[in-house]
């Protein structure tokens, strides 16, 4: 998931119900360039409410310098045309923060001149709600990351076993028929553990079953029938 996705998903989570994000008004007036900030503003760039007098170009120049550009023509883009906008981007505060914030807003054009005079709307801050999707984000990844080296261990533990190996040799074992076959070792190794764990298997696999294996990997059978139709291993005890 990239950083724009995340972004986003921050946002709905932070407008979701039962959630109070800090939100803020605004109005730029575009025929003098004047900032009219709402107190939660001030506070989400970090400044006390009034500390500052808010202009275009101290509000781009918090900005992050990853999405600077990217804000200015949103703005740019919004005052032309007056259409409804969103984006959500990064600011660093007064402290040296960098925050989360989603800006929404519309113009408003003058009567009778058809001009775009003003932009209003919202900024939301969602940094708390970016955070705590990028810790489940990391946690899922760290939890799919256990899995898999849980398999290799559990493959490796297989080839020890079976072929007689030390454990650096047994995941050298894998590691090679990773490479010859084009299947990463996590996925081979998980076949690997499925293949012998499947329904109807009591016989530890022959070293020319596990040899064979490494040789050609594959999936394990799908079902009862194909697993009857695989070739049986030879009984540990024999």
Do not use: C
């Not at 398999?151 to 040799?169: C, N, R, S, W, Y």
């Amino acid at each position: 998931m990239d950083k724009t996705q995340v972004s986003e998903e921050a946002l709905e989570a932070a407008l979701a119900p039962g959630s109070r994000p800090p939100v803020g008004r605004y109005r730029l007036d575009l025929a003098n360039g004047e900032w009219a900030w709402s107190d939660e503003i001030f506070t989400m760039h970090g400044f006390a409410p009034g500390e500052i007098v808010p202009t275009t170009e101290l509000m781009l120049s918090h900005k992050h310098p990853d999405d600077r550009a990217r804000v200015d023509s949103v703005l740019k883009q919004a005052a032309a045309t007056g259409q409804p906008f969103s984006s959500v981007h990064r600011i660093v505060d007064g402290h040296g923060e960098i925050r989360t914030l989603a800006v929404t807003g519309q113009g408003r054009k003058d009567p009778e001149t058809g001009e775009v005079t003003e932009l209003f709307g919202y900024f939301i801050d969602v940094t708390d709600a970016n955070r705590e999707l990028a810790q489940r984000e990391a946690t899922v990844s760290i939890q799919a990351s256990a899995e898999r080296r849980a398999a290799i261990e559990q493959a490796k533990g297989v080839l020890m076993v079976g072929l007689a190996l030390e454990p650096d040799d047994a995941f050298d074992r894998l590691r090679v028929a990773s490479n010859l076959s084009n299947v990463p070792v996590r996925e081979l190794a998980t076949w690997l553990v499925e293949w012998f764990a499947r329904p109807g298997m009591t016989m530890f696999p022959s070293p020319e079953e596990l040899t064979a294996f490494l040789d050609a990997p594959a999936p394990a059978p799908a079902d009862d029938e194909a697993a009857a139709e695989a070739p049986r291993p030879a009984d540990l005890a024999g």
